[in-house]
Every structure is written in structure tokens, then in C-alpha cells.
């Protein structure tokens, strides 16, 4: 393949399979068909965490109709949720729920990169909060690529860890993302100042990037 960077010194493919530990798996990085190969494969595992029960159901705002959520995903990061009546119920059954082993992969065990929350929410004065649920030494454990198991990290219902750039946790605790939206603010306004951008190049970096990653 060759780059503005140069040729590359990896081949992928004809006679050069010996020279490789595992033979590669899915699609180069900038393939055409990479989003929809995933698109498929990633529906068919979050079909089975629904057949199997694993999910949530939620009540739409404005319509009121009822959806059934496995979780959100984008390339390789993911958000699995599960609810149910009993803590511990709910904790077994998302032991029960790593699919990653079926296409070939592995969990990264990272402890900033998977982590895992139980909370049992709570009406009090007139708002839901989520204080973490006991669950009596009960342990979340993954399978890893080196064939061990491994405990993951569990975090208090309102600890704020990155996903996708969001500061989401249970709690609805916004103190690290608003923190994270003024750094960025402060960050952008100085690169604007010192590029010397004109009246008009200015208004639309405002408007058509600032405003639309606030408003989404």
C-alpha cells in the first residue's frame, strides 16, 4: 500500500500468510465495506442479547410507545444495559452476556475501557438518584484473549468516565462533561484567535461547528 507516508511494510493477503502469527481478521482499516460488514455483524449479536432478555425497556417521551434497548454502539465502543428487579439477578445476567468470543475478538480489559455500573434507582424528594446496589462480593468477570478470566472494574453510580467524548455516568453527574465543553470552548476560541480567521470564516466555525457538537 503505498501512502503519502510511504509504502507500507505490511502485506495483507498473496504469499506472504506464513509471516503472520493469525491469519488477520475482518477488513482493512478504510474499506469501503467495513461499516456495513459491521453494521451486520454487530445487529446479530445485539438481536441474540434480545431474544435472551437482555435488555431494557423504555417509554418514549413524546409518543409514550415502549422500545426495547440492548445497548449503544459505535465501531469498538460499546454500552451494554440490562434491568431487572433483583441486583443480583441482573448482575448474573450480564455475566451471561459476552458475545465477543462468536466473531473471533476479545474484551479490553483496560480498566479505562471497560468498566461496568450497578445502581438501584431510587424515588426521593421528587427525583430519581441512583445509589450504587449491594450486591454482596458478587464479582463481573471477562474472558480475555489469553484464555484467563479477569475481573472488570466496577464504578460508583456516579463516577464520570469517557464514552465516545461523553462524561455519562448513572447518576447523571455533569461536572466532568461541562468541564470537558469549557476546555474545549477555551481550546477552539484560541485556535480561532490565532489563525487569523476572517469575519465570516469565524461566524461559520461558530455556527456550524461549535453550536452543532453542543446541540448534539
Sequence with gaps: MRTVFGDSEI??????????????????????AGPAIWSILSSVIFDIHCNKGQSDEFCSAI?????????????????????GTDPLEVGRSMQEGDLMEVTGGALNLDPSKIYWY????VWKRGKWVAPDADLGGFDLVAHTADNEWVSMTQLSGNQELAMLGLFMPPSGNKTRML???HTIAIELGAKVRMGHFSPQETWVEFSCTLLVNSYS
Aim: aromatic share 12%; net charge negative; charged share 20%.
Design 118 to 121: 450497578l445502581v438501584e434507582y
Design 179 to 181: 468541564e470537558k465543553l
Design 11 to 32: 502485506v495483507h493477503g498473496s504469499d506472504d500468510w506464513e509471516i503472520w502469527l493469525f491469519a488477520p481478521q475482518g477488513v482493512s482499516p478504510g474499506n469501503a
Design 63 to 83: 409518543s409514550s410507545q415502549l422500545f426495547l434497548l440492548v445497548g449503544l454502539a459505535y465501531v469498538d465502543d460499546c454500552d451494554l444495559i440490562q434491568s
